[in-house]
Every structure is written in structure tokens, then in C-alpha cells.
């Protein structure tokens, strides 16, 4: 039983390092996307800080980095467990919220929308684009390793409750 | 002791009643938002149908709507409640994810973005922007309410515990 709980552990300990590697790489790699590019005469170049939306993607992302960094050295029986539960959930909308920002201006960036007379501009920053593309891979693993542990540790504190009393 | 109990159930009835208000009204005014213009010769039609984000800003507000409704008439007693925590949380993470797609494109639109020569649309159809604000709005109010319901859940489960053994 003993040994059980200690793989349990274990495992807890491996996906919240998982996820603070994710977060990690999601903010170092929109971070250092930029590319030039010229169309015609007109020179520009594309990079993080010129699109808010992504610019709240690295906000967000390294928030939830600072957190799940601070959170590996919580001890194992420190009472702050108990409300990680709470914690865990805000900064999972967080993340949540920053990454679905972010998906929906790189769908325009890929796909523009001809309605609004916006064009796409990967075919002009293509490395930029992919760079971004991998950003917002890294965040949906995260994302998925938080509502793993989210839906986990619900379930351990509504188990025992469910059996006992329906 | 009997009667605190009763009005936190009122009260807990009345925010799900809110926040089902919140979803069906934000899906009614984002739905119905469409806006003719004419800018030069050239004619078009702003819509939500035009644009990904706020196709997902409805499917999803839409999704948890249903869902808020099918709540209302759970009864008090039943087992399936102890399981709502985990499914407002998938709800909520729905609610947030398709909000903020929609604001971030909202955003484009109002003010658009120079870097990637993608034009504001709010000048041309106002009547239409004021239309997606006020979906958002209604949007936000409702990702407010299923925070508070979720947190409450999540402390009341855990308050117990925490008092037991820290």
C-alpha cells in the first residue's frame, strides 16, 4: 500500500515538472520568435511585442513557470498542499485563457480572414510562424498536464466522500 | 443551523440561474450580431459566422448553457452532484477558452494590428462591434459566477480536511 502511494508521488512530482518544463519552453520559444521580412520596399519585422494577444501568452505562460518552479519545492507534507488544489485551477484558466487568445490570432496570422480584409502573413514569416506554432504546442501540453492534476486530485478529495455517503 | 444551510442553497440555485442567464444571453447577442456596410464600392456583411473565434465563442457558450440548464433541475439529493465540481471545471475551462479567442479577435477589430497591416473594422460597423462587446460581457459575467460556484465547491470539500489535519 505504502509503495503505492510512494509511485504516486512520484508520478504527482514527474507531471509538475513536466508541466513547469512546458510553460518553460512555451515563454523561450514565442519569446525569441522574431523574423525580418520585406515585401516589396517595405521592410518590417515580426516578433512577439507587436501582438498583444501573444504578448499576454508570455505573460501568462511565465506566470504559471513561476509557480509550478515554486511548487516543486513544496514539501510533501507542508498544509499548502491542501490548497494547491485552488491554486492549481486559477493559474490552469490562466494558462487556458492565454493560450486560446493566442491560437485565435495565429489562426488569423495562417489563414487571414477575407472578410475583414485581413491578409495572412505566414507566407512572409514563415520561421516566425512556426516558432509560434511550437509555443503554442508547448502550452496545450501544459494545459493538459494541469487538468490531468486538476481532475486528479478532485477525484482524491471527492473519492473517499462518494463512498462514504452518497 | 438548518436555515444557514437553506439560504447557501438558494443562494447557490440563484448564481447557477444567473449564470445560465449570462450563457443563453451571450449566445442570443452574438448570434444575432450582423451588420451590412459599404465602404467605397465594395459591399459586405459582418457577421459571427465570418470569423473561427466567434463561431467557438458560440458553440462553446452555447454547450454550457445546455449544460447550465440540465444543473437547474438536479435534485438537491442526488449523487450526480458530488460530480458537479469536476464538470463545472470542464465547462468553465470551455467558457474561459472560447472568451478569450473572442476578445482577442475583438481586439484586432477595434484596434487593429499596423504590424500585420490588418485594419480596425469597428468604424465601419459599430452597430455590430457594440454587438460583440455586449456577447463578451455577458460572457465574462458567466466565467465570473462558475469561478465563485467552483471555488465554493472546491472549499467547501476542503474545508473539512484542512480543519481535520493539516
Redesign the interface.
Known amino acids: 500500500m505504502e509503495s503505492i502511494t510512494k509511485a504516486r508521488k512520484i508520478c504527482h512530482l514527474l507531471l509538475r515538472f513536466l508541466a513547469f518544463g512546458a510553460t518553460l519552453s512555451a515563454v523561450i520559444v514565442m519569446a525569441t520568435s522574431h523574423e525580418k521580412a520585406s515585401v516589396l520596399v517595405f521592410q518590417?519585422e515580426?516578433k512577439y511585442t507587436?501582438?498583444?494577444?501573444f504578448k499576454y501568452f508570455v505573460i501568462g505562460n511565465s506566470l504559471v513557470t513561476v509557480y509550478g518552479f515554486l511548487v516543486l519545492f513544496l514539501p510533501p507534507e507542508s498544509?499548502l498542499w491542501?490548497?494547491a488544489?485552488?491554486t492549481d485551477?486559477v493559474f490552469?484558466?490562466l494558462l487556458?485563457?492565454?493560450?486560446?487568445?493566442?491560437?485565435?490570432?495565429a489562426?488569423?496570422?495562417k489563414k487571414g480572414?477575407s472578410?475583414?480584409?485581413?491578409?495572412p502573413?505566414c507566407n512572409s514569416v514563415p520561421k516566425f510562424c512556426n516558432q509560434v506554432t511550437g509555443a503554442l504546442v508547448a502550452g496545450a501540453i501544459a494545459v493538459i498536464i494541469y487538468?490531468i492534476l486538476?481532475?486528479n486530485s478532485?477525484?482524491r478529495?471527492?473519492d473517499p466522500?462518494?463512498l462514504r455517503k452518497?
Open positions: 518590417f515580426a507587436n501582438t498583444p494577444a498544509f491542501r490548497l488544489v485552488a485551477l490552469t484558466m487556458v485563457s492565454s493560450i486560446s487568445a493566442a491560437l485565435a490570432i489562426q488569423v496570422g480572414n472578410h475583414a480584409a485581413w491578409l502573413i487538468m486538476l481532475l478532485i477525484h478529495v471527492l466522500l462518494i452518497c
